[in-house]
DNA sequence: CTTCTACTACAAGAATTTGCATAAGCTGAT
DNA sequence: ATCAGCTTATGCAAATTCTTGTAGTAGAAG
C-alpha cells in the first residue's frame, strides 16, 4: 500500500511518514505542490494525503489541478482550520476525506483503511493478513515471517521489500519502483541497494530449493508464488 | 448484531432490511422519527441507520435529538442528496459516516463493518476488570498491579501504557500510536518516552524470566499474554 | 564455440540508526 | 521547599543500512 503524503511542515511530515510506516504503509514524502505535478504524478498511489496549507500553492488548488490532469487516487486532505467553508471547497472539488489537526493517530487509520478498502472492493482485490506460498508464511498483522513453521529475522527493510514483491506478486517490479516505493528515492542516484537486499532476501526466505525472487535481467524483479 | 434502520420509504427500507438480514445482521425497521425516540432510544444498537429525509422530521435534526440524550450508538446516514453543505451539517452533528443514495449494497456493508468494528475497538474499554497473564494480575476496577500476589506500584503513565499495550495484546502498536492513545494528541517524534516507559514498565512487571513486552524491530511493541 | 559486454550476486566493512539503560532536569502538587 | 512523576538528554552496544569492490553470469556478437 502506496501513500503519497504532501507537507511542508517537517514536524507534521516526520510524524505521519514514521507513524504511517509503523503502521506498515509504505510512503513517500513530497514537500511542495511543485514537485508533485512535475515528479509524482505519473506514479500509481494508493491514497494521497494532502496538507491544505502549502507553501508554494494552495492545497485545494493542487487537488483541483490533481482531479483536472484525471488522477483519480482518493485524496485525504489535512488542515489546521476547522471552517466548514474549506471543508466544503475541499470535498466540492473532489477530496474523498477531511481532517482537521489536531487529529487522533487512530482516527487517521481508520479513514485511511475505509478509503483504501472501498479501492480495494473496487479493484476486486482481497486484502489479507495472512499469506502463504509453499512453506513461507508471512503474517502481516504480527509483522512476522516463517519458514516452515521456523521463524525467519528480517530487518525493517527487508521485510517491507518483501511485502512489496509480495503486493506485485506475478509482477516485474523495476529496480526504480522498488527504491521509490521501499526507500522513498524517486531519483536514481546509482546505489545497488535493491541489489544487495535482494540477495539477503534471497538468503533468508529460499531454502531447500524453494525459490520466490526471479531475476528478470535488464528489468528487475519479480515475486512468484 | 441488532441494527436499527430508520427510513419511510417502503422500496428502500425493504432493499435495506431483506439485504441486512441475508448478511446475517438482526434488522429492526422504523418508519418514522417519533417512534426512534419514544421506543427505540433505550435500546442497546449496535448502529443505526437513518435516512436524511423523513416524513415528520429531518433526518440531522434526529440526529442531533439522539446525541443530545446521549445515544453514542454508531450513526450511518443516508441520504439522495449528494449536497456537500448535507454531508457536513450530518458528520458535524455527530454522524458516524454518510452513503449517498444510489448506493452499492457491498459499499454500505463494508462501512457497516468498519463502524462496527472500531465500536467493537472502543467496547475493549469495559470488558474484564480482572486481567491475568501468569503471575501478573490487573484489576481495573481499583487500579491495582499486582505480581505473584505483590503490589506492583505503577505511575498513572506507566498504568495507562500498560492498560494500552493490553488492549491491543497480540498486535503491534507503534510509538506513534503509543504517544498519541497514552501521552495524548502530539505532533512531537523526537521523544524516546515511548522507550523509557517501556523500560520502566519491564523493570517493574517482567520478573523471573516472565517475559510480556515484546519489541517488533522498527515498528513498536507488543504484548503478548 | 568463443569472446565480449552489460548486468547481477554477494562478501566485507564503514557509516548510521536503533533500542535500551541510566542520569539529569523539569513541573506541579502539597 | 520537597517530592513523586514526567520528560529530555546521554552513552553505548548491537543491529541495520548502505557503499564499495570483486567475482560471476547470461546472452549477444563474431
Redesign the pocket.
Known sequence: MQILVVEDDNRISNFLVKGLEECGYLVTLCKNAEDVLKQYINIEWDLIILDIMLADMDGVQLLQALRYKKVYTPILMLSALNSVQDKISALDYGADDYLTKPFHFDELISRIRALTRRRQYEQLETPKAELQFGQLHINREQYKVTWAGEPV?L????YKLLIYLVENIGKTVSRVQMLNAV?GITFD?H???V??Y??YL??KIEKQDEKYIF??????YMFKG
Request: no cysteine; aromatic share 4%.
Open positions: 529475522e530487518s525493517p527493510r527487508e526507500w542516484n546505489t545497488n541497494v541489489d544487495v535482494i540477495s534471497r538468503s531475476t528478470v535481467k535488464g528489468v528487475g
